[in-house]
């Protein structure tokens, strides 16, 4: 795969893993505090450093040769 497309994968992921915890982050706070002003500004704060912190992962990953197959 050329690294243009390993990028936007790595994009791609980050989005939908975001959306899910977003959603699970926003359901859990809301429950334990039945405000959803609480919930949402959870859910907002957490998905800005989450997804930052996730991305850099997983373009440091995508630089480690350990466990990949190359194809000839």
């Given at each position: 795969?050329?690294?243009?497309?390993?990028?936007?994968?790595?994009?791609?992921?980050?989005?939908?893993?975001?959306v899910l915890?977003?959603?699970?982050?926003?359901?859990?706070?809301?429950?334990?505090?039945?405000?959803?002003?609480?919930?949402?500004?959870?859910?907002?704060?957490?998905?800005?450093?989450?997804?930052l912190t996730?991305?850099?992962?997983e373009r440091?990953?995508?630089?480690?040769?350990?466990?990949?197959?190359?194809?000839?």
């Amino acid at each position: 795969m050329t690294r243009i497309i390993l990028v936007r994968r790595s994009v791609l992921k980050a989005v939908i893993y975001r959306v899910l915890i977003m959603i699970m982050d926003f359901t859990t706070i809301y429950l334990f505090t039945k405000k959803a002003h609480v919930a949402i500004g959870f859910m907002i704060v957490s998905n800005l450093y989450t997804t930052l912190t996730y991305f850099g992962h997983e373009r440091l990953w995508a630089k480690i040769k350990w466990g990949v197959l190359e194809t000839p």
